[in-house]
C-alpha cells in the first residue's frame, strides 16, 4: 500500500519543478543571446568588410579620373603660335569637364576654338574628347574653309555619330555651344562663328564690342542637318579678341539676393583694364570673378581665351 504524500513534500516537488522550468528558460535566453552576439560579431565584421570594399572602390575611382584629367589636359595646345600673344583659363569644375580649347596653325591662318561640351565631370569630359577628335578631322578637310562651315561640319558629324537625326524618339541632345574664330595672317582679318556664343572685341581705345553668333547650338535634334552657321568677317589689326564660355558669366555672387556675374559686369572689366595686354586681361578678370563669388562654389566649367594678333 501506497504511503500518501504529505503536503510538504508535494510543495518541495513544485518547487524543484518551478526552479527547473526557470532554469530552462534562463538557459534559452541566454543561448538566445550568445546567437545575438555572434550574429552581432558577424554583422560588424561585415560592415567592416563593405567599408573596405567602398574605400577601395572610391580610390579607385579617384585614380581613374585623375588618370582622365592627364588625358583630357593632353588634349589641350602644348605650344602657341609665334603670330598671337595670348593667355587663358581653363578650370573644369570635377577635375575632367565638358570645356576645352584649340589652338591651330594652320599655316595661313590660324584657328582658335573654345567650345562648352553637354555636361560636366566625366560625361561632359567623354564628349569633349569627341569633338576634339571631330576638330582633328576637320582641321585636314579641304572642303570646310570658314569658320561657319566648322560649325555646320561639326554638327552633322556629331549628329551622326550619336544618332540624333535617324531615330526621332533619340534623347540624346548631345552636343557644344562655343565659337570659332579664324585669324587670317596676311590680310589681318578674323572670321568668327558662334553656336549660342559670342565674342568680344576690344579696341585700343574704346569699349568692348560683343559680337553674336548663332541661337543654335551643335549637336542635337533641335538643329537641322546642314545648318548654315553665320560667318562674320572684319578687321583684326591691333584689337584683343575675347572667347569665353558661359561658366565664366554664371559665376554666382555672394549676396543676400545672389545675382549672376554676367555679361555687362564682365564688358565693363574688359573695357576698363585694357592696356594691349592679354595676360593682364586674364588677371583682372580672374581677380574680379573671385571678388564676385566670394566664398560660393563654382557652378560650372569655365573657360577664356585671350588674344592679339603680333
Not at 72 to 89: C, E, V, W, Y
Request: with cysteine; aromatic share 6%.
Amino acid at each position: 500500500m501506497e504511503t500518501p504524500k504529505s503536503p510538504e513534500t508535494e510543495t518541495d516537488l513544485s518547487e524543484v519543478t518551478k526552479l527547473e522550468a526557470e532554469i530552462y528558460n534562463q538557459n534559452k535566453q541566454i543561448k538566445k543571446l550568445e546567437m545575438q552576439v555572434k550574429l552581432g560579431g558577424n554583422l560588424a565584421k561585415e560592415l567592416e568588410r563593405q567599408k573596405t570594399l567602398a574605400i577601395e572602390a572610391q580610390e579607385e575611382v579617384k585614380k581613374s579620373i585623375q588618370y582622365a584629367s592627364r588625358i583630357q589636359g593632353a588634349m589641350l595646345p602644348r605650344s602657341l603660335p609665334n603670330d598671337l600673344t595670348i593667355d587663358t583659363i581653363w578650370k573644369p569644375l570635377h577635375v575632367v569637364g565638358g570645356d576645352f580649347y584649340v589652338i591651330k596653325d594652320l599655316e595661313d591662318t590660324i584657328l582658335i576654338a573654345v567650345l562648352d561640351c553637354t555636361g560636366h565631370g566625366v560625361p561632359g569630359a567623354l564628349l569633349s574628347t569627341l569633338t576634339g577628335s571631330i576638330f582633328d578631322r576637320l582641321i585636314h578637310d579641304p572642303n570646310v574653309r570658314t569658320a561657319g562651315e566648322y560649325l555646320t561640319s561639326a554638327h552633322n558629324l556629331i549628329s551622326a555619330m550619336l544618332g540624333q537625326h535617324v531615330d526621332h524618339k533619340a534623347k540624346s541632345n548631345d552636343g557644344f555651344d562655343g565659337s570659332i574664330c579664324l585669324v587670317h595672317k596676311q590680310t589681318k582679318t578674323l572670321t568668327f562663328a558662334g553656336a549660342r556664343s559670342s565674342i568680344f572685341i576690344l579696341p585700343t581705345n574704346g569699349q568692348a564690342v560683343e559680337v553674336k553668333g548663332n541661337r543654335k547650338s551643335v549637336g542635337g535634334s533641335r538643329t537641322p542637318l546642314d545648318y548654315p552657321f553665320d560667318t562674320h568677317e572684319f578687321s583684326l589689326g591691333d584689337q584683343i579678341v575675347v572667347m569665353l564660355t558661359d561658366g565664366i558669366l554664371d559665376v554666382m555672387g555672394e549676396e543676400s539676393a545672389p545675382v549672376l556675374f554676367g555679361k555687362d559686369r564682365l564688358l565693363k572689366i574688359l573695357s576698363m583694364w585694357n592696356d594691349h595686354d592679354p595676360s593682364r586681361i586674364i588677371n583682372n578678370v580672374q581677380v574680379a570673378l573671385d571678388n564676385h563669388r566670394d566664398t560660393q562654389p563654382l557652378r560650372d566649367d569655365m573657360t577664356l581665351v585671350v588674344f592679339r594678333q603680333n
